[in-house]
């Protein structure tokens, strides 16, 4: 069974930082791409930020560039979202989830439950 479970979230202060980490479990973590998204009520699901089975190809939109890296370890099975000079646009439920194959144009077949960050001072 495909699990995917999210922490590292909590309350951040503005230009703060957090390290988001997603345990996979349930299948062989380095054959798949994986992605961070977010949800915040009333915008629905954004797109955050991706990376490759073989590191080569990460992506982020919008205002995470440079801000947040995103990286991977293939042995602790294990994606995770630093998160850098934190906006309160920043703020929402980071949920990973599991690409269906190693590529980041494939669809999404599995997602976490979600870890919440919050911005405020």
């Known amino acids: 069974q495909v699990q995917l479970v999210e922490s590292g979230g909590g309350l951040a202060q503005p230009g703060g930082s957090l390290r988001l980490s997603c345990v996979a479990s349930?299948?062989?973590?380095?054959?798949?791409?994986k992605t961070w998204a977010r949800q915040v009520p009333g915008k629905g699901l954004e797109w955050v930020s991706g990376?490759?089975?073989?590191?080569?190809?990460?992506y982020y939109t919008g205002a995470e560039k440079g801000r947040f890296t995103i990286y991977r370890d293939d042995a602790k099975n294990t994606v995770y979202l630093e998160m850098n000079s934190l906006q309160p646009g920043d703020a929402g439920l980071y949920s990973c989830?599991?690409?269906?194959?190693?590529?980041?144009?494939?669809?999404?077949?599995?997602w976490g439950k979600g870890t919440l960050v919050t911005i405020s001072s």
């Open positions: 989830a599991r690409r269906l194959t190693n590529s980041l144009a494939s669809g999404v077949d599995s």
């Open positions: 349930g299948f062989t973590f380095g054959n798949y791409a």
């Open positions: 990376i490759s089975c073989d590191v080569r190809v990460t």
